[in-house]
């Protein structure tokens, strides 16, 4: 297993002069050279961003990483997609590295061709935690890395594409959709998972969000219930998929994520505000699925009065298993996560360094799953911790519970009847679990041990919350059962491969730091929110100041794309410290650099082929297609309008966009989502500020734009 429970950040100032810093025996440095000034560099789990202010001439920017030890012709670019402008800086994020030091260089393309450039300090990254059953029994069963290998690299072969605002309908992907390898496009999110759910294609798929993603933006690609569904032919299809975002604010507002029939599919470092159901819905046989690092708030309300904060945030049903879901960070989550419904047989899930913050209940409500739960903060939570019902079994070792009410619960019995209470779980029959080594700190509620008075009541063999075990590897007799229905329980954590290592396990004492650094987002996110532990600990109300920031939450990005020339190389794994990687190619396009009042910018695809300090652009060019005569020029050279070919740009300004094709009346080419017919080969259209893709909507051929 991968280990990571510290980030390592670090903001370095720059001056003219090169500085030299020495800590810990280790020398660091960074060097602003000319006119590019780095203002902050740092790692986090297979990740290293750097940030510097806007250099006044440039045209557009270069980001390239290689590890720190290795020559400076090892430097690889980073795909364009992961730069972007905000108000006052830049910023680019290198995904996908294998732990180890780094640097990063940024180069700044000047308007007269010259670039001048700077490199960050040393960078240290470390590896995700690999741990639970989604990494268990691996030789059958896989794991839970998605597009990825297990030291963090994207596996050979990877496919990637981007999804922002402007492009989520947009987006292209060639998907094989038969045995004998034919290939069909598809066009927006919802339409290449669509296309990959046939199961013939599972070749390795990293989906990488960037900034605010609304429902809006998605259109057709989300379903009536709200989910962006990721499917499989049939029960446990191997889809080999990781949805990532990018940087320390990429969002998805106002929808979710369903997961059906599919193995090795990996959620994380995502902002989920707003679903319209559950945040992650892990619904019907999937295996091997691994959702970490995500920052989860309200749903939208639900008809029910218990749906006020939205219903689940990650639920998990229909025989679906060996699932790790780890390192959340739930913000006052009305129903964090229903394990199990009306499952048959046994299944896996483990929950570890999961933040429960003000949240109120099932973290997590059991059915029948065999569980464990470790290292998790429970922070000020209202009604309960860990409920089991329905004959499962839970180990629940090393949490951190600061004032939470009723830290665990089995049905009809213990805490759950006390006071002849109707108990909290329909009726249904109880479970079993095993504690231990969990520090509970201001306890309020109760807490029954079977065998122990250390709880807030005297030992009870017959009607308890849980057995506490005085070692781990101890093993629950069977005679200690569930009060209803009569389970004992499986001893599970003492007999099979649960993908943890005692290792992978911090001490107690250090969980809340651990978990509170570490949780969500990269660097704890871009959604700040700090809660009154005196009135939140103990209500389960929505918290009315809460939900209005989140209606108001807006996105700083101002646009993406480096705007510079992008990477050439062909396909893929990232860098690695020990390796020399190759670049993932950027199958889609986001929109590019900005324009300034009162210019104007010409491209001609005869004289400028794809290059450009502007558009970004990807597809084909043809000098067979014919010779087209405009405004005094004789065009030679096209771009082919095909399904995989776009163009992307950004105006700050109201523009008018003019391009030219072959002479022709009635054809028809998709800007911004609409369709626009050409007029003697001319299509002009008024711009708004904003984002701009160009793609196909009928095949013709592109000689000339201007934005003007």
């Excluded at 280790?26 to 203002?39: D, E, P, R």
């Excluded at 202010?53 to 030890?69: C, D, E, L, M, W």
């Excluded at 669509?194 to 013939?200: I, P």
């Excluded at 978990?515 to 871009?526: I, M, P």
């Amino acid at each position: 297993m991968n280990k990571s429970v510290t980030k390592v950040t670090s903001y370095v100032l720059l001056f003219a002069l090169a500085l030299s810093i020495i800590a810990s025996g280790v020398a660091s440095k960074a060097v602003h050279a000319l006119g590019v000034s780095i203002t902050g560099s740092g790692g986090w789990n297979e990740t290293a961003f750097v940030e510097w202010t806007p250099v006044s001439n440039a045209q557009g920017y270069n980001v390239y990483v290689k590890p720190a030890s290795a020559a400076d012709t090892q430097y690889k670019q980073i795909d364009t997609q992961l730069i972007r402008q905000y108000p006052s800086k830049w910023r680019a994020d290198a995904v996908g590295l294998a732990a180890g030091n780094y640097v990063m260089k940024v180069e700044a393309v000047l308007s007269g061709g010259s670039k001048e450039s700077a490199v960050t300090s040393t960078i240290t990254v470390k590896a995700h935690d690999r741990s639970g059953f989604a990494f268990a029994n691996q030789s059958t069963f896989g794991t839970g890395s998605g597009a990825y290998n297990e030291d963090g690299t994207l596996q050979n072969g990877a496919q990637v594409i981007y999804i922002t605002s402007a492009t989520a309908q947009t987006v292209t992907l060639d998907v094989i959709t038969s045995s004998s390898g034919t290939k069909q496009t598809g066009v927006g999110l919802g339409a290449i998972l669509a296309l990959r759910q046939k199961g013939y294609d599972q070749s390795p798929l990293a989906i990488r969000f960037i900034g605010k993603v609304t429902d809006a933006n998605m259109g057709s690609s989300i379903n009536s219930s709200g989910f962006l569904q990721v499917k499989g032919a049939s029960a446990y299809t191997r889809m080999n998929t990781t949805i990532e975002g990018i940087g320390n604010d990429a969002t998805v507002y106002g929808w979710g994520f369903l997961l059906r029939n599919v193995g090795n599919v990996e959620v994380r470092n995502l902002g989920i505000l707003l679903f319209q159901d559950d945040a992650v819905s892990m619904d019907t046989s999937n295996v091997n699925i691994w959702v970490h690092n995500n920052d989860i708030t309200y749903g939208k309300a639900g008809g029910d009065a218990d749906q006020a904060k939205g219903d689940g945030s990650t639920d998990l049903k229909g025989a679906s298993t060996y699932t790790t879901i780890s390192y959340n960070h739930y913000w006052d989550s009305g129903k964090a996560a229903l394990i199990g419904l009306s499952e048959s047989s046994e299944f896996f899930v483990t929950f570890h360094h999961n933040w429960f913050d003000h949240s109120d209940s099932r973290h997590p409500r059991i059915r029948k799953g065999t569980i464990h739960i470790y290292n998790n903060f429970f922070d000020g939570v209202s009604k309960y911790g860990s409920g089991m019902t329905t004959g499962g079994s839970a180990f629940v070792e090393s949490n951190y519970y600061r004032h939470s009410k009723n830290p665990m619960l089995i049905s009809l019995q213990g805490t759950d009847i006390a006071g002849g209470a109707v108990g909290t779980f329909s009726g249904e029959n109880g479970g079993m679990i095993k504690a231990y080594n969990n520090s509970i700190v201001d306890l309020v509620g109760g807490l029954v041990y079977a065998n122990s008075n250390a709880g807030s009541a005297p030992a009870n063999a017959t009607s308890f919350d849980a057995y506490l075990a005085s070692t781990r590897s101890e093993t629950v007799p069977s005679s200690y059962k569930a009060l209803v229905g009569g389970t004992s329980y499986n001893n599970f954590d003492t007999t099979i491969d649960t993908g943890v290592n005692v290792a992978d396990i911090d001490n107690v004492s250090t969980v809340e730091q651990v978990v509170t650094a570490e949780a969500g987002r990269l660097g704890n996110g871009d959604f700040t929110w700090t809660f009154n532990d005196a009135v939140d600990d103990t209500s389960s109300d929505l918290n009315s100041a809460l939900m209005s920031k989140i209606l108001n939450y807006t996105s700083q990005l101002v646009s993406v794309g480096g705007n510079s020339t992008p990477p050439t190389s062909t396909p893929a794994p990232t860098v690695t410290p020990t390796t020399t990687p190759t670049i993932t190619p950027a199958p889609t396009t986001t929109p590019a650099p900005t324009t300034t009042p009162g210019t104007s910018v010409v491209h001609n695809f005869t004289t400028d082929g794809k290059t450009s300090p502007f558009f970004t652009i990807v597809g084909n060019l043809s000098t067979s297609k014919g010779t087209v005569v405009y405004n005094g020029l004789t065009l030679t050279q096209c771009l082919k309008m095909e399904s995989s070919t776009s163009v992307g740009f950004t105006t700050t300004t109201a523009k008018t966009l003019t391009l030219v094709f072959n002479p022709a009346n009635g054809l028809k080419v998709k800007i911004d989502g609409t369709s626009y017919a050409m007029t003697n080969g001319i299509v002009s259209v008024s711009l708004a500020p904003g984002q701009h893709t160009i793609v196909k909507e009928d095949v013709t051929n592109l000689y000339y734009m201007k934005v003007d």
